[in-house]
């Protein structure tokens, strides 16, 4: 039952967008988008403390943490541009880039969806990637299922923002390298474990595809 409903609201949602389409004489694809009244503010990483209990690792943890800290000390940028980001998300998504005079520093990405949402921060040091902050909210129910449908479905919950599943992962770098990643599990993975080089290999291919949206091509991405 449950399934047919959004399946409903799928349809629904699809023969709008055609039907725009068709109004406005554009035959491109219409992507509805969340409203700013109605987009739920993602805790960005500016206050958390960004430690590690990894003792083999500290000395080599302390230069990314300081350049965290660093960045986010900064009170006049340069320059902030911001950028859609189109294709990658049901309700699509924003991207800023923070510069100082020395170049790009720091980028915030936001994707939305009707599922979940998702921030990614990267921060930058002498021109590669230090450290990247991920932050991933897991919705109780989707974005539209409100109490109306709830009741037609004979649920015990609506869409409640406050009852997202949260994940929290740190990614830290050195050399442009992955050497240690930290998650709200509190699990740890060494340099040499399978995860981290994919992990690796994901975080860089969306970073280019951000860096694409500025046409920024200076920054450098660490290739072993």
Known sequence: MKNRFLHGVFIILISLS???AQKSGDQ???FFTIQAQDTVKMGEAYNEKD????KSLKNRIKP???NFKRINSVTKWT??????IEGESAEGGEATFYYTDEGLQKVIAK???EIGQKLTEYYL????LSFVFEKDYKYNRPLFYDTKAMKENNDTEAFDFNKSEVITTRNYFENGNIIMITNTTGRGFSIG???PAEQEEKIKEDFKRLLKLVNYSSVMIYQP
């Open 125 to 128: 040091l002498n021109g590669q």
């Open 79 to 84: 320059a902030v541009k911001k950028k859609d």
């Open 111 to 113: 994707h939305y969806g």
């Open 18 to 20: 055609f039907a725009y």
């Open 51 to 54: 430690t590690t209990g990894n």
């Open 193 to 195: 474990a399978d995860y």
């Open 64 to 66: 990314i943490q300081a």
């Open 28 to 30: 491109s694809p219409v």
